[in-house]
């Protein structure tokens, strides 16, 4: 497959995400206490519903990653050569922050809209974010879910076991149910680009606490390559 093709995959389906999910939480939507409209739950069926769509969607075309984590965990499993990573990252980077750039146009048309802290579905800790976890329960639960996210993505897409037309649901149950547990914490990230389209509109204290959403899904998704290699590789 054309590169160019792929990176474009990427990016739209990097986009359709974070509108969605995003999207979901803003607009349908999160209040300063909590999730309200659609709930918690309708928050997490939007971003594992967005991502189940687009691996049917683009999957055949880039494996539909749309989450740099996945890609550079694809890469230290030996399945993503480093130009393609590169890529695929700038790519996803792109289509979160065109997303979130909608988002911000549409939720503008609200009347009295004016930027929360923390708005358009950004990620966060600490006092006035969601249930006020702390650092250390925020890191601890990117990292683990990210480890668990991308064990199911190596098990559904890299073993000759697996139905191929079966990966996209387990992938797309699997994010549902992480937003589930994680979205109290820290609004739910395990994606770098789904963090960094939201604050870099948001500003404030999403743009100071955006490292720990590139650090922490980034070493989760390198642990479960390593497992994967070490452990489970067939």
């Not at 130009?83 to 988002?103: E, F, M, N, R």
Request: aromatic share 10%; glycine share 14%.
């Amino acid at each position: 497959m054309n590169s160019s093709k792929k990176y474009f995959a990427e990016a739209l389906g990097t986009f359709a995400l974070v509108l969605f999910g995003c999207g979901a939480a803003t607009i349908a939507s999160v209040t300063h206490s909590g999730p309200a409209g659609i709930g918690l739950l309708g928050i997490s069926l939007a971003f594992g519903f967005a991502v189940l769509v687009m691996v049917y969607t683009i999957g055949p075309i880039s494996g539909c990653h749309i989450n740099p984590a996945i890609s550079i965990a694809m890469l230290a499993a030996g399945k993503l050569s480093a130009k393609d990573t590169v890529g695929y990252i700038i790519s996803q980077c792109i289509g979160a922050i065109a997303a979130a750039g909608l988002l911000y146009v549409l939720a503008t048309g609200s009347a009295g809209f004016s930027m929360p802290e923390w708005g358009l579905g950004a990620n966060g800790w600490g006092p006035g974010y969601l249930g006020e976890y702390d650092m250390k329960s925020a890191l601890i639960a990117e990292f683990a879910f990210t480890f668990l996210f991308l064990m199911v993505i190596f098990g559904a897409t890299a073993s000759k076991h697996t139905s191929p037309m079966m990966a996209g649901l387990a992938i797309g149950i699997s994010l549902a149910l992480i937003h589930m547990v994680v979205i109290p914490i820290t609004g739910t990230s395990v994606n770098p680009a789904r963090s960094l389209g939201p604050a870099l509109f948001a500003g404030g204290m999403a743009l100071q606490q955006l490292w720990l959403f590139i650090v922490a899904p980034i070493a989760g998704g390198l642990c479960a390559a390593l497992v994967r290699n070490i452990f489970l590789d067939d």
